[in-house]
T-cell receptor
């Protein structure tokens, strides 16, 4: 059972640097989601894809954030010109459209911006 | 607006005692409801879900939850907690036509030996 995987698990970067995270969903899942979780909060929706199409973006996803899923398999989330407020856990989830809605979550990437 | 409220930020119970974690939601459509658990450094694991039908839902690890439409609640229960249940618990709501899940802020469960 190869669940959702995320890489890296931890990233420390200096303010102003760019970072990129990768998510590999469960192989047969065509929907992929990104969430952000800050300390003491529940996960907040950022964006999601069906295959390679990005179908919805949250207002939380500023212009510095970009997500791609070029071949409908893995996805990347890039943050440009990182700010301290970007420090958070970035969670990826996937599911198969048509099934009863359950999203399977990866372990997350913890970003620390110094 | 869609929202989930978990009124208890922290709960402490003794090992072997019963547990109830509260969750209230606000959602315009017929909701899908979830409880997830997150251990330190881990991702989210689904404990149970409600889509329709029987309002008492059984989940993994001995947890159950009851959907009460009149109270807009979906409380999580366990008759006897184990030390390994110490974790953060998130209630969440979604809907068939709205593909994102809205999470509450979580309840951290502490277990006394």
């Amino acid at each position: 059972d190869t669940g959702v995987s995320q890489d890296p698990r931890h990233k420390i970067t200096k303010r102003g640097q760019n970072v990129t995270f990768r998510c590999d969903p469960i192989s047969e899942h065509n929907r992929l989601y990104w969430y952000r979780q800050t300390l003491g909060q529940g996960p907040e929706f950022l964006t999601y894809f069906q295959n390679e199409a990005q179908l919805e973006k949250s207002r939380l996803l500023s212009d510095r954030f970009s997500a791609e899923r070029p071949k409908g398999s893995f996805s990347t989330l890039e943050i440009q010109r990182t700010e301290q407020g970007d420090s958070a856990m970035y969670l990826c989830a996937s599911r198969q459209a048509g099934e009863q809605y359950e999203q399977y979550f990866g372990p997350g990437t913890r970003l620390t911006v110094t | 607006a869609q929202s989930v409220t978990q009124p208890d930020i922290h709960i402490t119970v003794s090992e072997g005692a019963s547990l109830e974690l509260r969750c209230n939601y606000s959602y315009g459509a017929t909701p899908y409801l979830f409880w997830y658990v997150q251990s330190p450094g881990q991702g989210l694991q689904l404990l149970l879900k409600y889509f329709s039908g029987d309002t008492l839902v059984q989940g993994i690890k001995g947890f159950e939850a009851e959907f009460k439409r009149s109270q807009s609640s979906f409380n999580l229960r366990k008759p006897s907690v184990h030390w390994s249940d110490a974790a953060e618990y998130f209630c969440a709501v979604g809907a068939e036509r709205d593909d994102k899940i809205i999470f509450g802020k979580g309840t951290r469960l502490h277990i006394l030996p």
